[in-house]
């Protein structure tokens, strides 16, 4: 399972990048604007600085909402980097697009996707990752989860090629559940990756052992 930051942080990026174990990161427009950027150049300038620090998939979602705007956002994007993967909403022009970017050798991210119906028309218009939103889900009282389950089992079924991207990863349990599902990609906050460093039972025997190894000097 490939493990994706879900920031546009560029400190807390490099902090995943530096443990070894970072193949990608993902973006949106409410991300991005978290960190302050405005203006095009920088929104532009800033996912070229993302790629810079990580040598795997970069995210990068349009803003439009019709065809022709997400192609053309779509066509700069594509030009900045060769790991940029144009991130585009589970919407009907959001599916031509992936269509058609996918017919030109284009990586895409399907987003907003709530449904297993939404999950096979993405892998049905060739999408490279599929991104589940399963935190959003839990939070309107239905398990997140069970959507991961199903979209991994109809793919395999049908052998679609397109990668479940678990999205919108509230804690740890979530990406530790997602890797029992099958996910090919969970993409989480940094809090949650470091979540599965920690086990009290770890942090108590480093404890003894520090002790002990000084009665060895
Ligand atoms: C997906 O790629 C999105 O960026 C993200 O996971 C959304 O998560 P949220 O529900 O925490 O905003």
Redo the contacts with the bound molecule.
């Keep these: 399972m490939k493990f994706f930051v879900?920031t546009a942080n560029l400190d807390q990026i490099r902090e995943a990048n530096a443990l070894g174990i970072l193949d990608g990161v993902?973006?949106?427009p409410?991300?991005m604007a978290k960190e302050g950027i405005k203006g095009t150049e920088n929104i532009l300038k800033h996912y070229v600085e993302i790629c810079n620090i990580v040598d795997g998939p970069v995210?990068a979602?349009v803003f439009s909402t019709d065809f022709d705007g997400m192609i053309r956002e779509a066509n700069v994007l594509t030009a900045l980097h060769p790991n940029i993967v144009i991130?585009v909403p589970m919407i009907k022009d959001g599916i031509k697009a992936i269509r058609y970017l996918t017919d030109k050798g284009i990586a895409t991210?399907c987003?907003l996707v709530f449904s297993a119906g939404q999950a096979i028309l993405a892998a049905k218009a060739g999408a490279t990752y599929v991104?589940p939103?399963i935190?959003?889900i839990d939070?309107s009282g239905v398990d997140g989860l069970q959507l991961i389950d199903q979209i991994v089992n109809i793919y395999n079924i049908h052998g679609f090629e397109t990668q479940v991207?678990a999205?919108?990863?509230?804690n740890t349990l979530h990406i530790i559940r997602c890797a029992e599902l099958g996910a090919d990609v969970v993409?989480?906050?940094l809090s949650s990756i470091l979540g599965l460093l920690y086990h009290p039972l770890t942090d108590l025997g480093i404890a003894k052992f520090v002790e002990d190894a000084k009665k060895m000097v």
């Design positions: 879900d993902t973006t949106n409410s991300l995210s979602e991130k991210n987003t991104s939103f935190g959003r939070d991207l999205a919108s990863i509230r993409t989480s906050p």
